[in-house]
């Protein structure tokens, strides 16, 4: 799930995202598509938001276990009071974790959590002795900060379920990878829409060898990857073979730490390109000449979550949306489909003649006729005494456009002399 | 008679005019509350949406209200004007009957691709494209096509007054042309001018560019392209609401329009004046030579002369009313005037929001002052006492005495009718005056979050008073702003659905000629054909160098790709 940090939606930064997504530069989408899969995705190194996390060791501590655990807010940690303790930590499904505030004006504000997850955070800033409990049952990884001290480093993760066999291995050995392609597939992205993606990730774990057919019919002709999107396991030798001619794999999306680079050059049927794929995560690649008729394909490395098919991709960037505020559109996008169907109901009701209203009638309109009368209107305004043209001095008009005028000239004035004069202009600032 | 058993197709195409309106103005009054309440973080968390779809909102707000819902109610009302002051019925209803499909298909288009934004399972893909759709942000074809049908269906709609206004000249070969219909006129022709500038750029650079036929459009150029476009749309806004104030207004008082001529005036200088201003939206655009910014200035500084003008004229006439009425005194014949009848006091208390609307409007216009408030939230404090007011309160008015008219139904709920206008007036004070503070400290507008980065108000500087209380006043007032709304469409709706033929209306249709009529005008006033043509010559000396200079250097470059949001 491509997941737009919420917090970064400054106007430059729906620019930057969207662009993000739009242009698929490889950063965007590749690294949250794993999002879900290792080593937080990179959340606690330097490279994320906020930097370095100063109490974050590599070690996820394990929880597993415990129904009830806590979380201090503002531990000393990062050149001060702004660290979470500990800052990951691994919980089964439906564990109660409660935060609790040890030190000074923190919040809590969500990075990313898993699809279907409903943790809001916390955002009103509190201090010492104020907790915040959230039940969490959904599985995978949530990433989440302070805001006022996000600069510092105060950053956490928890890891809900998983393979807590092992104990405190830490979450990065975690295998199991989420076929996301964010909006790879959909016309949103690049090239439009592949039409022989249907949705589904064809499983190839399990085998050390596989095929990818180059040039496969599909797209409206020989334009299309076969399989389109297809999961193996880490470690996987797959052989992109040429079924037709003029065709490259260009790499649009890779996880941190791979290293495929595709075939650049434009080759004919029966050329071959190998590449064996040892880093979990989601890879998207596609074809140059035939972008554009949507000749796209997408790996997945990894096992699949539990719970999870191997489905997914599709959704709309930017649009993460929460189980509650789904339940709050839904209600939003029924009023308004009710509000609209009122009139209609309404005025079939109302159409309908009622029994022995007096006066009323069929009314058609067309003025008076054998069966209707017209509709009469409210008398015109008769003044008591006829001012006209040459009586008529309009001394308040004059009054009334004085004081507007005195009005104008001194917010004129305050507006230049002391706001302009005085602030400069703000856009420069 | 009843202006629907005199005229009924006219009064069915000004009905159908007036309902899509109305829907636009519920969803897109709707999308302003919660854009008020996110955007300031009260009740954020129980909003149905995040801060990606913030935009989505916003994009509807503005599309929906300023593009959708003036041009459904503006062709409705001039519909019923040209009939009314011309006394003859549209010499080709069909014509305006295809310009309204036209419309509603292009708006429910564009609308589908906006709700993209909360629904990505709806056809085509979104629009965030804000109401401005500036290039590189790049929308789904069908957004573009949508806003194209929607103003050449306008365009057609058009076409009938002049058709009409010409069939009737042919039976009147020596009358001076009816004030309204006049009006109507002139505010076509302008628009005609105007829209002209949009329809290129939708048509030959955004579609294109959007269905991936080019790969990269000129910045610069569309943008100027939609502000050639984009001042004169909100004269398109105004002159209806003009038209209402000279010859609805006085009568609703209980008057007589003080001077035809002097409206003949204002609505020329308009037709000459409101295209060559665009350049005042891009004074800090790079790219564009100070010389024709600064001609754009003084163009825009002039069209303050004829507003400055309806100003006069209206007080005038509202104030021969209120003699008529027994009023007296220099200020006291103010209460002599009818505050508890709906149409009226909406339409007056419009004027009245939009002479501080003025204010605002003179500081944006000024090339060196408007760098103080540039893209901060002052501009949406403007546009809310001009369109959000001026225009859409005028309209409530106009719909409070005109719907009965075309529907034969008699006014329900009018205690809610009465205190709708004055609820709209305290919220949009509340509300525009906080903008216009926050936009002196700096408050940016287009923002979802404007005090993110943990900094909170910090960076920001009123002078008096806090950003959190002008962020409550915001809140406060569009949450008014809604009820209002609400109030009204209720009014509207149980008008609608009650049954006709109830009895007498509280409204009368009949307008009385002015105290100064058209015979002491000067006959060229009436030659349209002269002013179009001086309005374009002005049109070529404001825009013909600057977009020379930017075609120079090839049509699509400096260009940019799309960035689809």
Known sequence: ?429 | MTFIDKFPTEAKLVRWHFGVGFVALAIGGLFGLVQALYRTGHLRSLLPINAAQYYTVLTGHGVLLALVFTTFLICGFFVWAVTRSLDRPLSHPRLVWTGFISMVVGTTLAAITILNGFAPELPFGSANVLYTFYPPLQAHPAFYVGAALLIVGSWIVGADYFLTYRAWRADNPDKRIPLQTFMVLATFVMWYLSSAGVAVEVVAFLIPWSMGWISQVDPLLTRTLFWYFGHPVVYFWLLPAYLAWYTILPKLAGGKLFSDPLARVVFVLFVLLSTPVGFHHQYTDPGIAEGFKFIAMTNTFMLLLPSLLTAFTVVASLEHGARQRGGSGYIGWLRALPWGKPSFSAMALAGLVFAAGGFSGMINAGMNINYLIHNTIWVPGHFHLTVGTAFALTMMGVAYWLVPQITGKRLQHRTLAAIQPFVWVIGMTLMSNAMHRGGLAGLPRRTAKPLFRGEGAAPFDPVVGTISEMQLQIAIGGTLLFVSLALFLAVMVGTWLSRPGMGRLSVNGSIPSALSGPADSPRILDNLKVWTAIAVVLVIIAYGLPLYGMLADGVLAPGSPGFPV
């Open chain 1, 1 to 429: 799930m491509t997941r737009l940090d919420d917090t970064a939606l400054s106007r430059r930064g729906v620019l930057r995202a969207a662009a993000g997504t739009a242009t698929a530069v490889a950063a965007g989408t590749a690294a949250t598509g794993a999002a879900a899969a290792q080593a937080y995705d990179g959340w606690f190194s330097g490279d994320a938001k906020g930097g370095a996390v100063g109490n974050y060791d590599g070690t996820t501590v394990d929880r597993t276990g415990t129904d009830e655990v806590t979380i201090d807010v503002g531990v000393d940690a990062n050149g001060g009071t702004y660290g979470f303790g500990p800052a990951a930590v691994r919980v089964d499904p439906g564990t109660t974790v409660s935060f609790e505030w040890v030190s000074n004006t923190h919040n809590i504000l969500i990075d990313a959590q898993p699809d279907g997850a409903d943790w809001g955070g916390h955002d009103p800033i509190e201090n010492t002795g104020f907790t915040h409990t959230h039940t969490f049952d959904t599985e995978g990884v949530y990433t989440y900060y302070c805001n006022p001290h996000l600069t510092m480093g105060m950053k956490g993760a928890i890891v809900v379920g998983g393979d807590s066999g092992g104990g405190g291995g830490g979450g990065s050995d975690q295998p199991t990878v989420a076929a996301d392609y964010g909006d790879w597939f959909t016309k949103s992205a690049d090239g439009g829409a592949t039409g022989n993606y249907t949705g589904d990730t064809t499983d190839k774990t399990g085998t050390d060898e596989v095929t990818v057919e180059v040039g496969a019919d599909a797209n409206g002709g020989t334009y299309g990857f076969g399989p389109a999107a297809v999961r193996v396991d880490p470690g996987t030798t797959v052989t992109f073979k040429w079924t037709s001619n003029t065709h490259n794999v260009l790499v649009q999306a890779q996880p941190d730490g791979a290293d495929w680079g595709g075939h650049e050059p434009i080759e004919n049927e029966g050329f071959t390109h190998t590449h064996t794929f040892e880093t979990a995560g989601v890879y998207t690649y596609y074809c140059n000449p035939h972008l554009t008729m949507g000749m796209k394909g997408a790996i997945v490395v990894g096992a699949p979550p539990s719970g999870t098919t191997g489905g997914g991709g599709g959704g709309a960037a930017g649009s993460s949306v929460s189980p509650a505020s789904t339940l709050w559109t839904a209600v939003f996008a029924g009023a308004v489909g009710v509000a609209m169907l009122v009139p209609v109901a309404v005025s079939y009701y109302r159409r309908t003649p009622a029994p022995d209203s007096s006066g009323a009638f069929d009314y058609e309109p067309g003025g008076d006729t054998d069966d209707q009368p017209a509709i009469p209107e409210a008398d015109a305004f008769e003044p008591d005494t006829e001012l006209g043209h040459d009586e008529y001095d309009p001394v308040g008009t004059l009054s009334i456009v004085a004081v507007y005028f005195l009005i104008l000239v001194g917010m004129w004035a305050f507006t230049y002399f002391i706001e302009f004069l005085g602030n400069g202009p703000t856009i420069m600032g």
